[in-house]
């Protein structure tokens, strides 16, 4: 699958992390050559498709046993609910800023939002995926995971 970023340096390897308080495991791009992100510097790169998840691949009971062993703190409704805010990329409510404050130390919607999208990317990558589709401001976007091998295009 051909994905493209378009950011403000060349990118040489996908990181591990960001720098910031909400560091994403990956990198951010759209399908195809045209991009819709801001930024001067464009990056074409090729992902094999078996190797890029959508919601329908990610496996139930790996997944929660991997948020399981991730989270250890959580109790078994909270990792429920991480699943569904992850794989089934369901909103954030109120509710979970709340109930999730003290694990992700998030007070806004939008920064436990930015959190369930790197977590949704972790879980992709527990199943031997790449990448992931998500949805975010852009539309369709994918997750491709730090380290992940890659030819740039």
């Keep these: ?3 493209t970023n378009c950011g ?3 990118i040489t390897r996908i990181k591990e992390s960001f720098e910031g308080n909400y560091a994403f495991d990956g990198l951010f791009c759209t399908a195809g050559a045209d991009a819709q992100h801001d930024g001067s510097v ?5 992902v094999k498709d078996e190797l890029v998840a959508s919601s329908r691949d990610i496996d139930y009971d790996k997944a929660i046993e991997f948020l399981t062993e991730e989270y250890s703190s959580l109790d078994e409704d909270q990792i429920d609910r991480l699943y569904e805010l992850t794989a089934e990329e369901c909103e954030v409510s ?3 800023i709340e109930a999730f404050h003290d694990e992700f130390y998030c007070s806004e919607a939008y920064e436990l939002a930015f959190e369930m999208q790197n977590i949704r990317g972790l879980v992709a990558r527990s199943q031997g995926f790449s990448a992931i589709e998500m949805s975010d401001e852009y539309g369709t ?3 491709v995971m730090a380290n992940t091998e890659y030819k740039n295009c």
């Design 42 to 46: 464009v990056t074409h790169i090729e």
């Design 94 to 96: 109120d509710d979970d």
């Design 8 to 10: 403000n340096e060349e």
């Design 141 to 143: 976007s994918y997750l």
């Design 1 to 3: 699958m051909l994905l």
